[in-house]
């Protein structure tokens, strides 16, 4: 028996583990001091009206004769791959039901597919970015690269040509800076994949948060990506389904490489690997792409973006440099007074009593810099603001 020693390359624990970790740790030495928590990748508000009841019917049919369900297609059912395929033709992309795969969250999905790749394909990745892609790809014991996001390319790092990968991982709009692509910029990705005949990983989870015209909505908006993008998206973040779990990822038809078609292992990668996800849940997914949903996620959505925007009043006030927070739920600040990011955590914990995220667990180039997220309660969400200002202003 040999152990995959892989494992003692990932750090001891993971980032949002570890921020637990130091919250109940503070919170145990200093009873009785409430801290707010800006530090969750998750919203506080609850299911949609239509999706509670779209899951109660489908309970409700499973308890009948004729109702009831067994086993599902490892790819999701019909009715959610349509309503899926349908969201993408409002973006102005046209996807097949046989494209879409749906899961059981984006997280699963992003871990999964990589079975489709060999060991020793690099894997450029965004830094800073969501920890889970580095985490994967070095548990496989591929080579990872980065590709180095900071103020000065606004967020967004463009391919480098002299820089070979052959796997791409892109987060738009990205965990944790807030910074999103255009087209036009993704079509500089695209091209570059197709030169590297390399494979792009676009993570969609937080689509949802785009308001901004100008920025894309999917890889498939630019001509070619059907030939080197997969797609992943989610419900968690649009629509509360953290806890609920669905997500689904988009594989196309025409996705080839070394004489497999992509499209066709992935399903039976699905078919072997998954018996898919509960009936009620994707029918409860169906219900939050429904016009009636789409209204009522709508409300959540603007939500949080109400509690970004007095996050960021605050940091405006106090002078504090920041992005995100208008096409993303989460604003990334440069922490004050030259302090590291560790070192503002424990000092925002201190003198504020809010919890939120450090730079650099997203990445070395993180380090410095502080993620907030408009995940959380109004109420709180002012609380914090006021205080944040106040200690900020006193610095
Ligand atoms: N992708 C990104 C960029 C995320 O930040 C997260 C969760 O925080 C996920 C994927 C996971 O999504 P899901 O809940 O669908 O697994």
Request: with cysteine; charged share 20%.
């Amino acid at each position: 028996m040999k152990i995959n020693h892989n494992f003692s390359a990932l750090g001891q624990n993971y980032l949002f583990a570890e921020v637990d970790r130091r919250v109940c740790a503070y919170v145990e030495n200093n009873p009785g001091r409430e801290i707010i928590r800006l530090s969750i990748g998750e919203g506080c508000r609850p299911l949609a009206a239509c999706v509670v009841q779209a899951m109660q019917d489908a309970a409700a049919e499973m308890g009948t004769e004729a109702g009831f369900r067994g086993y599902g297609p490892a790819e999701g059912y019909e009715f959610l791959r349509r309503a899926i395929q349908d969201e993408y033709a409002r973006f102005g992309v046209k996807v097949d039901t046989d494209e879409i795969f749906i899961s059981d969250g984006a997280k699963s999905d992003l871990t999964h597919i990589l079975e489709l790749f060999s060991a020793d394909n690099t894997v450029l990745v965004p830094d800073p970015v969501y920890p889970v892609y580095v985490d994967d790809n070095r548990l496989d014991g591929r080579r990872v690269i980065y590709a180095q996001a900071n103020a000065e390319n606004d967020f967004l790092p463009m391919p480098n040509s002299a820089v070979h990968a052959d796997l791409i991982y892109i987060c738009s709009p990205n965990n944790p800076t807030g910074a999103a692509y255009t087209s036009q910029q993704l079509a500089a990705w695209v091209t570059y994949a197709l030169e590297n005949d390399a494979v792009i990983l676009y993570d969609a989870a937080y689509r949802c948060f785009l308001t901004d015209p100008e920025l894309a909505r999917s890889i498939y908006q630019v001509e070619g990506a059907d030939q080197c993008a997969i797609e992943i998206g989610s419900f968690s973040k649009r629509a509360g389904f953290t806890g609920t779990r669905c997500g689904y990822t988009v594989v196309p038809h025409s996705l080839n490489r070394e004489k497999m078609n992509l499209n066709a292992v992935w399903r039976r990668r699905q078919q072997t690997k998954t018996n898919g996800v509960a009936y009620i849940v994707q029918r409860g997914a169906e219900a939050a792409l429904s016009p009636k949903g789409q209204a009522q996620i709508q409300k959540d959505l603007n939500y949080y973006r109400a509690n970004a925007a007095v996050l960021g009043e605050a940091l405006d006030a106090a002078k504090t440099w920041y992005c995100g927070g208008k096409n993303s739920p989460y604003l990334w600040l440069k922490c004050p007074g030259g302090m590291g990011s560790w070192q503002f955590f424990d000092w925002l914990l201190e003198h504020c009593g809010i919890a939120g995220t450090p730079g650099v667990g997203f990445g070395p180039c993180g380090e410095g810099y502080f993620r907030l997220t408009a995940f959380g309660e109004k109420e709180k969400t002012h609380i914090a603001a006021e205080k944040l200002k106040a200690a900020l202003l006193q610095l």
